[in-house]
């Protein structure tokens, strides 16, 4: 099946660190700009990080510095680190891969829960 598959989060205290996945099922990742989004109750998605097909990186001012985003063509995956998370990081975070002219792919979601 074509589809995004993410893996990862959970439940950590503050100050604590998370690693997200997103793995490609039925499609390669190379020409695709990867992005990490993420959406709290009551509040619109918003996107968080992204990697570009060349390898190019940015970040919600945010989550710079404290989070990295990592590709691995070989595996077909995209990761998330996220380091010293506060609650404010708590959502539902979603990874896209998009690119010109291609299919546009949603992973599943992945709850990311911060506890004070």
């Known amino acids: 099946q074509v589809q995004l598959v993410q893996s990862g989060g959970g439940l950590v205290q503050s100050g604590g660190s998370l690693t997200l996945s997103c793995a490609a099922s039925g499609f390669t990742l190379v020409r695709y700009n990867i992005a990490w989004f993420r959406q709290a109750p009551g509040k619109e998605r918003e996107a968080v990080s992204c990697?570009?097909?060349?390898?190019?990186?940015k970040y919600a001012l945010s989550v710079r510095g404290r989070f990295t985003i990592s590709g691995d063509n070989a595996e077909k995956r995209v990761r998330l680190q996220m380091n010293s998370l506060k609650p404010e990081d708590t959502a539902v975070y979603y990874c896209?891969?998009?690119?010109?002219?291609?299919?546009?792919?949603w992973g599943q979601g992945t709850q990311v829960t911060v506890s004070s």
């Open positions: 990697i570009t097909s060349d390898d190019n990186t």
């Open positions: 896209n891969a998009q690119a010109p002219g291609l299919r546009v792919y």
